[in-house]
């Protein structure tokens, strides 16, 4: 399979999932949420599941599912990018501006800098590296002169892995040196992409040996490709893509729609959204 | 499989029991933010409902010997179920195990050998059907970690499906307990609606609470696209109090630890490789991480959750656990200690 070939197969297996009231759930038969939905927008320039995504912003402008004590905060951003021009990006950009996770406690078995907080998954805990890049993208798109933009930045330079990289989130704990995993140096990338040149080519350079070992994931290899087709590295994209079409035709990305969302948009024009507006 | 009622624990089965603690049901106790436990269990009353927990009644753990995963261990899964008496006959059964990450040096994983070995084991007890599935904590790529940790070709080739625990249905279920303020979870529809499930861990050490067994691996339930990669928010609540309302909510039936290659040291990631050469199987979850963390060369009481479950979710009372394999006293291969990190 080609690019377009992929684009198409990943494509038409989103489209077939849809649920009836217009929105995508996050695997077969579930009711729809704000991030596949929001995917599925992005990739295939989807009314139906902006429609469907615009009628769930909360009244603070973000999107996710409350779950109780539990507040998804990780859907906003990409609802910003999928929601299109007007008011409904601006509330959703608004939230993203005000949204801070918890301060950290360093420690000497976690050593970090608590004082820089960055974005949390889940309302009211600590920040991770991929709610992190994924604010960063949001608001380097559209809110370009962002103050929150420099708090993103120096999040992810504080949490980068040593050699360059990014896993969840940890550099070292217990003076064990983490790795880096390629899906979250890859979330990482598509955030920092032309806001800062040096750690960008950090990662990158980290990333073009990551995907590679962990190729066997469709997701992982789906975001390296984005990166490397925004990055213009064509080489490593036409490579990625040689190994999302393995794992697509052998696994179907284990019948997950954010890894299709991901692979469609990888593959497609929505790539283009996250390049810049 | 028992139809209706009680079980011999005097528990609710786990269909009645999860149903029950359906919607709208909240818990009626506070918060329990900031209780500590790692030696001081709370000592006033229980923070768990008393409806649902009658006093945990004798347990039974096998002990059972594996000089490594190329011999037999359908054999050897058959026999530890059948001694502890294990009641999956026509039963719909969730298998858990424990996949973290991947790293080629390191046993992180529940080995792949073992988790297919036990699906066909349940099968010949009569099973209806066995599902594994998992919702890895720091790895949102599952595909990758269970491709590379061999579990994808070895569930295919027992033709047992495999299910990623981010992608499914939740469910809203009440907790049962109040350790923490979360007062409900979310679980996937497939763990819910299993007749039997089973915790399938990998002994480990762990840097935050200890040990990490079958009590434990009940954060694997919670579906991280809820809850986060990391599921930080269970960290927040406190990680002893999470893994006491987890596992009192999920309440798996049975517990099987990987014991064959454990880990010592920084667990649960970064440790050392420890061929203990064994198996645990119980039909108490609690019981059966007791056994095993004696077998670790750990006090089950120094385990803080550990005690406190011991109050209510099942059987940490020596003298009330029943050997069914090997004498635990007599199979101890200590583990180095994780050092562990102030919570």
């Known amino acids: 399979m080609d690019r377009s070939q992929i684009f198409e197969a990943v494509g038409r297996r989103l489209l077939a999932a849809r649920n009836d009231d217009g929105g995508f759930g996050p695997g077969p038969a579930a009711p729809s949420e704000p991030e596949p939905t929001a995917l599925a927008a992005i990739a295939l320039d989807d009314d139906g599941a902006r429609r469907w995504l615009i009628g769930r912003q909360r009244d603070d402008g973000s999107f996710g599912v409350v779950q109780g004590f539990v507040r998804d905060e990780g859907s906003t951003c990409l609802a910003a990018i999928a929601a299109g021009p007007g008011a409904v990006r601006e509330r959703a950009l608004d939230r993203l501006e005000d949204l801070e996770a918890e301060p950290v406690t360093p420690s000497e078995a976690v050593p970090l800098d608590g004082s820089i907080r960055g974005w949390p998954w889940v309302g009211g805990t600590a920040g991770w590296v991929e709610p992190t890049a994924r604010s960063l993208l949001a608001l380097r798109l559209y809110r370009p002169g962002s103050p929150r933009i420099a708090d993103a930045v120096a999040y992810l330079r504080d949490r980068r892995c040593v050699g360059g990289g990014w896993n969840y989130g940890n550099q070292v704990v217990l003076d064990e040196v983490l790795p880096p995993f390629a899906h979250t140096t890859a979330a990482a990338l598509l955030g920092l992409h032309g806001v800062d040149a040096a750690l960008e080519w950090e990662g990158a350079a980290r990333l073009r040996g990551l995907w590679r070992r962990e190729r066997a994931g469709g997701l992982s290899v789906a975001f390296s490709l984005a990166v490397f087709r925004i990055r213009g590295e064509r080489d490593q994209a036409a490579a990625a893509t040689e190994a999302l079409a393995d794992v697509v035709a052998r696994t179907d990305l284990l019948g997950d729609p954010v890894a299709a969302g991901w692979a469609a948009i990888a593959t497609g024009p929505g790539v283009h959204e996250l390049e810049s507006p | ?343």
Not at chain 2, 25 to 52: F, H, K, M, Y
Not at chain 2, 99 to 116: H, K, M, Q
């Open chain 2, 1 to 343: 499989m028992t139809a209706a009622g009680p079980d011999r624990h005097g528990h609710v089965p786990r269909r009645g029991f999860l149903k029950a603690a359906g919607i709208g049901l909240a818990l009626g106790t506070a918060g329990a933010a900031g209780l500590r436990l790692g030696g001081v269990a709370s000592s006033s009353g229980g923070r768990w409902d008393p409806e649902a927990f009658l006093p945990p009644d004798r347990a039974r753990v096998a002990v059972l010997r594996a000089d490594g995963y190329g011999g037999d261990l359908e054999a050897l899964l058959l026999e530890g179920l059948v001694e502890i008496e294990a009641d999956v006959a026509g039963a719909s059964v969730f298998l858990k195990p424990n996949l973290v990450e991947f790293d080629p040096s390191r046993p992180i994983n529940t080995d792949a050998r073992i988790v297919a070995a036990t699906a066909i084991a349940l099968r010949r007890l009569g099973a209806a059907s066995v599902i594994v599935g998992e919702a890895p904590g720091h790895r949102r790529d599952l595909q990758y970690v269970a491709e590379r940790a061999g579990l994808i070709d070895a569930l295919a080739a027992v033709d047992v499906p495999f299910v990623d625990l981010n992608t499914e249905p939740v469910r809203r279920v009440r907790a049962r307990s109040s350790y923490t303020p979360l007062g409900e979870l979310w679980l996937p529809s497939s763990v819910v609606d299993a007749d039997v499930v089973i915790s399938m861990p990998k002994m480990k050490t762990h840097h935050w609470a200890g040990v990490t067994l079958s009590m434990k691996n009940c954060f694997g339930f919670l579906p991280g696209r809820i809850y986060g990669w990391p599921k930080n928010v269970l960290h927040w609540v406190g990680i002893e109090h999470s893994i006491l309302d987890i596992a009192a909510a999920v309440r798996p039936d049975y517990a099987i630890v990987d014991g064959i290659v454990g880990m010592e040291g920084n667990g649960p990631i970064s440790g050392a490789a420890v061929e203990a050469g064994l198996v645990v199987i119980g039909d108490d979850v609690v019981a059966t991480d007791a056994i095993a963390a004696t077998l670790m060369g750990v006090d089950p009481a120094s385990i803080g959750y550990l005690g406190e479950a011991g109050r209510f979710l099942g059987q940490i009372d020596r003298d009330m656990i029943d050997d069914r394999g090997e004498e635990p006293e007599r199979a101890v291969r200590p583990f180095a200690p994780a050092p562990l990190v102030p919570a």
